[in-house]
């Protein structure tokens, strides 16, 4: 199991083997750990996650000129554009088989699972079907015979509250969909979602594969292990992670109007505040300043267990002059939701400009655990790279083994011990990607790469 370790943390992601224990994403660690008290817990290793990811990028990149990420490890690409002789079954599903046994190379290992089909959302779907390290190709004709046994939860958008509004007029499965006419589900649903709805389930989708996607907001938000009962110290971290928005911004070219803040309380009261600015603003020092007034307004007497600053309403310039005595245009937003998950929604490649950030505070380290996490990569004098076992009493263990050594000794050290330091993946230099397409192209194949925790 890869998230966060202590007792609030909130399950990334869990293999296969976790989930047949019912361990899923966005459980919290706490349940976790007892459903599958045996299991490895490990952190993110986000450097890591974002090099591979860079990599395989750039291969789906030299594979086409259109390539849509949804994700660190998952992408759309144009087969139109990928040169092939021609697009029939036998020679997009050769070029899928390859794809996989190049993915498993430029990543040093790890399996990818792809769908082929004449659409983003077949594409998708398919690429579901056969995990992990599964190839399913559609063929032309057969995506209705597909699509009709499974559940409408199949279809992107229809979560919970939807299932139920189709359940209540005897809807379960895409063939019960395809029964109920487009003025029915406009009705229920209303017309954007209804209409949507209706084309899906009859697989009509003409959405191009776009290689570029327009970022709504950057945030940073932490989850704290104690609740925070210190004003000043929230406003210390509040600071922080402005800065890290603005540097987010800056190193994107962006600039934001409206600063935002998020605080859940003690009781898993979630609370959002928001400001907005007459002119975009990339700089730290303002961003912070609006996110400690933001603050002010809201009542953490009884403990905050998680913060967030986050800028939305983004441009591409930024008007200096206005900044020094810039001040909001507007009040304050308000909204209140009680029992949320200790869980941020899952980041898409449309809504953050980097979805994959490590989510420990940038606060002084535990003496106990000297800020080792189990999981982490790390790098002795002597021994090599390893990655840590646990640590805590003063001692962190580190397996000194890497994907590509075969399994190596365990040793323990001193979590100030100056020969042992964290190993850090370098940063990729990721191609620009090239300008979008003027017309739909047709198929798409899905391509997800799964990760798996070492040991």
């Known amino acids: ?75 759309f690409v144009d087969l139109e554009q990928a040169g092939l002789p021609d697009l029939e079954v036998p020679t997009v599903t050769a070029f899928a088989e390859d794809l996989r046994r190049r993915v498993h190379e430029v990543t040093g290992g790890l399996t990818g699972s792809v769908g082929v089909a004449s659409s983003k959302f077949l594409a998708k ?38 299932v139920e509004r189709l359940r209540r007029i005897g809807v379960s499965t895409v063939a019960d969909l395809q029964q109920v ?16 709805l209706h084309r899906l389930a009859f697989a009509q989708d003409d959405r191009p594969v776009v290689p570029e996607r327009e970022a709504k907001s950057v945030s940073v938000e932490d989850t704290y292990e104690n609740d ?9 971290l509040l600071a922080r992670q402005a800065a890290e928005v603005a540097r987010r911004l800056r190193g994107n070219g962006l600039s934001g109007r409206t600063v935002s803040i998020k605080v859940r309380l003690y009781d898993f009261t979630t609370l959002s505040r928001s400001t907005t600015l007459p002119s975009p603003t990339d700089d730290p020092a303002l961003i912070t300043r609006l996110a400690h007034q933001l603050l002010d307004g809201v009542d953490t007497s009884g403990g905050v267990r998680l913060l967030g600053v986050g800028v939305s309403g983004l441009a591409d310039w930024v008007q200096d002059e206005l900044f020094a005595t810039g001040a909001p245009t507007d ?14 929604a899952p ?4 809504a953050a400009v980097d979805p994959a950030r ?9 003496p106990a655990t000297g800020g080792y996490r189990p999981g982490m990569d790390v790098v002795h004098d002597e021994h090599g790279r390893g990655w840590v076992w646990g640590a805590g009493r003063g001692v962190v263990t580190v397996r000194f083994e890497t994907a590509l050594t075969p399994p190596g000794p365990v040793r323990s050290f001193a979590v100030d011990d100056p020969a042992l330091v964290r190993w850090r993946h370098p940063e990729p230099d ?19 790469v799964e990760r798996h925790p070492p040991g």
């Open 1 to 75: 199991m890869v998230g966060g370790v202590g007792n609030r943390g909130v399950v990334s992601t869990a293999s296969y083997e976790a989930r047949a224990y019912g361990v899923r994403s966005a459980m919290s660690t706490r349940e976790a750990r007892a459903r599958c008290p045996h299991a490895a817990y490990l952190s993110g290793r986000f450097d890591a996650y974002r090099s591979t990811s860079a990599a395989v990028m750039a291969l789906l990149r030299s594979c086409s000129p259109l390539v849509e990420p949804l994700s660190l490890d998952e992408a």
């Open 358 to 366: 490590d989510p420990t505070p940038d606060a002084a380290p535990d």
């Open 331 to 344: 009040g304050s937003d308000i909204s209140d939701a009680a029992g949320e998950p200790d869980a941020a």
């Open 125 to 162: 779907v398919a690429s579901d079907l056969d995990k992990p390290d599964g190839l399913v190709v559609v063929a032309p004709g057969t995506e209705l015979d597909l699509l009709r046994p499974m559940h409408v939860r199949v279809i992107p958008g229809v979560g919970p509250a939807t």
């Open 228 to 236: 925070l009962a210190d004003l000043r110290l929230m406003q210390s």
């Open 347 to 350: 980041a898409s490649a449309a």
């Open 181 to 196: 006419g487009e003025d029915e589900l406009v009705r229920v649903l209303g017309k954007a979602s209804g209409t949507a």
């Open 430 to 448: 990721e191609p620009a990607d090239p300008a979008e397409p003027t017309q739909p192209a047709e198929p798409a194949a899905s391509t997800r």
